[in-house]
């Protein structure tokens, strides 16, 4: 690979190869991360947000990928070639993402960016960089129910080789329940932007919400972005992000992640998308 040539997404995990691994969890102020994100908060608190990002917080699992579709649909007004540019951690950057080089980081794609960037995180609220409350920046919170949030996590954690081992079932629900997954305790996460959704001025959506009126939840999301889109514009948005349809999108489905990372003989990024 010649120096001058910029490495795709893909390629750039191929060749941190032996590198990648399932990373050990190591408390920061309190909530196990990832440790080569921990290794890197400070830099990734540090962070200063334009004031016209908006910010994409969960508890992992609970429909980021799904929300960051939507969005991203939306600012094109639902121009389905224009969101097919990139994979979605290219797309919209995942904030605290840290991994070996030569994978960028959240930082390093965010940093390439100019705003209005849509940044994931799953950082609980008390760990989100303060730059995006003082700027004001948009966010959008999606919950889902503890259960099929945790099935979810739990198929996650087998395929994505750089997770910490998950174990068997048993202890894993414990784990969940005392809160020692990485990111930290579901039921605090929940709760943390519940608790600031009206001084902060968070749209907090339901991932159960989003499966029973796709259509409802889309227009709440396009208010809240202040946009006006036409009726067969939405329409097309919400046919666009079915569970059917982001299945089949290569840049939705992240089957852009080698299968040495994200093992999908054991589980397909996009797996059931079941509620109950
Ligand atoms: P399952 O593992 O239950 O299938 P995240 O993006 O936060 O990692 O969440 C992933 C979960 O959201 C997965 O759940 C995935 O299938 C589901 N999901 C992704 N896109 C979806 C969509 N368009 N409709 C419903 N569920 C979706």
């Not at 960051?68 to 639902?78: A, C, K, P, T």
């Not at 919400?238 to 059917?244: A, G, Q």
């Not at 040495?260 to 397909?268: G, L, M, P, W």
Request: charged residues 25%; aromatic residues 12%; contains cysteine.
């Amino acid at each position: 690979m010649s120096e001058d040539k910029e490495l795709s997404y893909a390629d750039a995990i191929e060749e941190a190869g032996s590198a990648m691994g399932r990373f050990p969890l190591i408390p920061v102020k309190g909530i196990p991360l990832m440790s080569h994100i921990a290794d890197n908060f400070d830099a990734i608190s540090a962070f200063c947000p334009d004031a016209s990002d908006l910010l994409i917080a969960t508890y992992p699992k609970a429909g980021t990928t799904w929300t960051q579709e939507i969005v991203d649909l939306l600012l094109h007004n639902g121009d389905a070639e224009a969101c097919r540019r990139a994979p979605t951690p290219v797309r919209s950057p995942f904030l605290e993402i840290w991994s070996p080089p030569p994978i960028p980081s959240g930082l390093d794609l965010l940093n390439k960016m100019a705003p209005p960037r849509i940044i994931k995180t799953h950082l609980p609220i008390q760990l989100v960089p303060t730059g995006f409350w003082e700027k004001k920046c948009k966010t959008i919170y999606i919950a889902r129910n503890a259960k099929d949030n945790m099935v979810s996590y739990y198929y996650f954690d087998h395929m994505n080789k750089t997770q910490p081992e998950p174990g068997p079932w048993e202890g894993y629900i414990h784990k969940f329940m005392r809160g020692e997954l990485s990111w930290g305790s579901w039921y605090d996460h929940v709760k943390g932007y519940w608790e600031a959704r009206e001084k902060k001025n968070i749209l907090y959506l339901f991932y159960e919400d989003m499966k029973e009126n796709p259509r409802r939840e889309v227009e709440r999301i396009m208010k809240y972005l202040d946009l006006t889109l036409p009726d067969d514009v939405i329409s097309r948005i919400v046919e666009l992000t079915s569970f059917k349809n982001m299945k089949e999108n290569p840049m939705a489905n992240y089957t852009c992640i080698p299968k040495t990372v994200f093992d999908s003989s054991i589980s397909n990024f996009m797996r059931k998308g079941y509620s109950i």
